[in-house]
DNA sequence: TTCAGTGCAAAAGATTTGCAAGCCG
DNA sequence: CGGCTTGCAAATCTTTTGCACTGAA
């Protein structure tokens, strides 16, 4: 099996992982792993990918359901909306805070983070009156590469 | 039946929206108007449940499906996520430009727009180095009268 | 009149659920 | 060992598709 991190990387998060689980009283299983390192690989993944990836490694399809399941009520995934699309990734608690730029044209999704639009919406909050919890972001567009 | 803009205000919309249809070489139907209508009613709705309103009015459910998938392909609809939820809505062609704010404690979606915000994207989008098509942001988090 | 658009029914996919067996703690 | 998890299969729900008929232009 290949990692897009290091391996030493990898373990930080598998443990991580585990702590998080047993945190909250859940069992760290086989098929929880394979599944969150699946994810661990980066890009944003849709459901129907996971389940045939998943699926290879002998999870079955209604395990990855309620996993995903599980993880999302842990607040380790969030389901992004690309386009018309609905994509699986680890939220902010396994990388760092961002956002997704969209290329309509070569489909490439880009992340990105920006100091002043967080300031932005910091000032939004208190016009507003309200209190932030989470906020995303997605823009679509023609890449750079592709203008 | 009841509207949520005054009469004379919601045949102008009917008429805009026959306007558009004609001028893509698409015919004014009874579904297509019922459809459109209940997406004018102004919050954002959830699939299921414009299929079962439509149903009312006597609209199968393959031509909602079909229905909004050609108002989308016209750039007269968008989905946008709300939480774990899709949501389908008029676009800023029938509209104004807006985004979602959605309290997590009451359930309740405000939209809301922000000069300031936008101003941000443009500088974002030249750092970048991208052309913005478009983009949708959302926040969610405790309204101020759950506050 | 003509053919795009619709209803209906069936097919295809996606997601959920019940239950017996397996495995983590 | 005990009970949470899983795999498997069946049930549901969602979305798509084929086809004959209807109605907008």
New binding site residues.
Partial sequence: MQYHLPMEQTRNKDNQF?LL??AN????????LIIFRQLLRGSPIP??KL?VKSALD?????????????FTRLGLVQEIGVGSR?LLELTDNFGSHHHHFWCTKCGKIVNFDDNHLEATLDALASRLDISIESHQLEISGICNACQ
């Fill in positions: 585990a689980l047993k009283n859940e069992r760290v299983t086989s098929p929880r459901m129907a389940r002998g999870v079955d399809t209604a395990t990855v359901y309620r996993t995903i399941a599980l609905r």
